[in-house]
């Protein structure tokens, strides 16, 4: 029966991007728990994280592709501005798209009197992330945190 059993696994990171700057961590906070096979961290860390044991760290080079995807040129868009919210726009500002249940930021990159270009890829696409990572705990997931389908205590919800 253990064999079939979810895990939570917990653990300490820093991300940097190919440059070597640090993107995010969690050094000095509470390290993340993740469920296993939940879909809750990308899947190319998850596959490392998994193989670790507690007080293990590594560093996990994450290819694109296994991280937050290659970037599309698709979902680059070029838009008249008076189809744009009304006021001040500026490149880095974010606008919300899409309906109720889906939406997701676009980031204008480029903006004119006449259009701005409005890029809907996550900001980390196309990059190789290096994630290193301290496994500081592996438990088995209760019965509550299956069903909800995410994990409570410290470094999870409620
Ligand atoms: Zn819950």
């Known amino acids: 029966m253990a064999t079939t059993n979810r895990r939570v696994i917990t ?11 640090t ?24 596959k490392v994280v998994q ?14 592709a296994e991280a937050y995807g ?3 040129e698709r979902f680059v868009l070029k838009v008249p501005r008076d189809e744009l919210p009304e006021g001040e726009l500026q490149v ?33 696409a196309g990059m ?3 994630f290193d990572v301290e496994l500081t705990g592996i438990r088995e997931a209760t019965a509550e945190e299956l069903s909800h389908g995410h994990v409570h205590g410290p470094g999870g919800h409620h």
């Open 11 to 21: 653990f300490h990171y820093t991300l940097t991007d190919p440059e070597g700057n």
């Open 51 to 64: 193989t670790l044991k507690v007080g293990e760290k590594k560093r996990v080079v994450v290819p694109a």
């Open 128 to 130: 190789n992330l290096t």
């Open 70 to 72: 290659e970037r599309d």
């Open 23 to 46: 993107l995010d961590s969690s050094i000095g906070q509470e390290p993340l728990a993740f469920l296993e096979a939940g879909g809750q961290i990308i899947p190319g860390l998850e």
């Open 92 to 124: 880095g500002d974010e606008l919300q798209a899409g309906g109720d249940d889906e939406s997701h930021p676009l980031l204008i990159t480029e903006i004119t009197d006449a259009y701005a270009v409005l890029d809907g890829n996550h900001p980390l």
